[in-house]
């Protein structure tokens, strides 16, 4: 079955720690993404990749980074220096940036 | 102002009733538009995916797009209570590389 599989499903991590969020796409997507979303508020964007070897910051990039080595994968590494880490974290990809997107099933980051 | 803006609700109706959900947006630029349905701690599912102007039915979903008014819809009809979930609409333009904008999302509740 294609799809968007997201690993792992619960994670925590101690303060001052860096923690990566897997993400993996089968479906031959070029562009692929990563939002965080807060109780009751929308998603907002934390990166982008268009292509291969090629990233671009979103909206609330600060204290996040990432890499995209291979079209299928997409991880997010979440450094000591985001501020507020606690959220739910969701990985998408889509043929092409404007076209619609395919979510996976998120992450739930817990700092303690 | 937002490019999207969606009432966030929550919305609750009786089992049996007709929602309708909406969006209105800014951009004339915007002629893809999708409708995303979420489970609570789930990623969000496509529903529906419209271009531009017009109706389209799916079983018990219908989306409409009104780009005149730049207003959105999605119709569900005999509203069951697996239909409580959240719904966020989505849109894009086809020109350059533009990302999907989405709305904050409508949490939606059916009362069996």
């Known amino acids: 079955d294609g799809g968007i599989t997201q690993s792992p499903k619960y994670l925590f991590r101690k303060e001052g720690q860096n923690v990566t969020l897997s993400c993996e796409q089968n479906l031959n997507h070029d562009a692929m993404y990563w939002y965080r979303q807060d109780p009751g508020q929308g998603l907002r964007l934390i990166y982008y990749s268009q292509i291969v070897n090629d990233f671009q910051k979103g909206d609330i990039a600060e204290g996040y980074s990432v890499s995209r080595e291979k079209k299928e994968s997409f991880p997010l590494t979440v450094t000591s220096a985001q501020k507020n880490p606690t959220a739910f974290y969701l990985c998408a990809s889509s043929d092409t940036m404007n076209t619609e997107a395919f979510f996976g099933q998120g992450t739930r980051l817990t700092v303690v | 102002q937002k490019e999207v803006e969606q009432d966030p609700g929550p919305l609750s109706v009786p089992e049996g009733a007709i929602v309708s959900l909406n969006c209105t947006y800014s951009?004339?630029?915007?002629?893809?538009f999708m409708w995303y349905r979420q489970y609570s701690r789930k990623g969000p599912e496509l529903l529906m995916y419209?271009?531009?102007?017009g109706n389209k039915e799916d079983g018990r979903f219908t989306a409409q797009v009104d780009k005149s008014s730049k207003y959105i819809s999605l119709f569900i009809r005999d509203s069951q209570p697996s239909d409580s979930a959240t719904y966020l609409c989505?849109?894009?333009?086809?020109?350059?590389?533009?990302?999907?904008?989405f709305g904050t999302g409508t949490r939606l509740t059916i009362i069996p």
């Open positions: 989505a849109m894009s333009s086809p020109f350059g590389n533009e990302k999907l904008t």
């Open positions: 419209t271009y531009s102007s």
């Open positions: 951009n004339s630029a915007f002629q893809y």
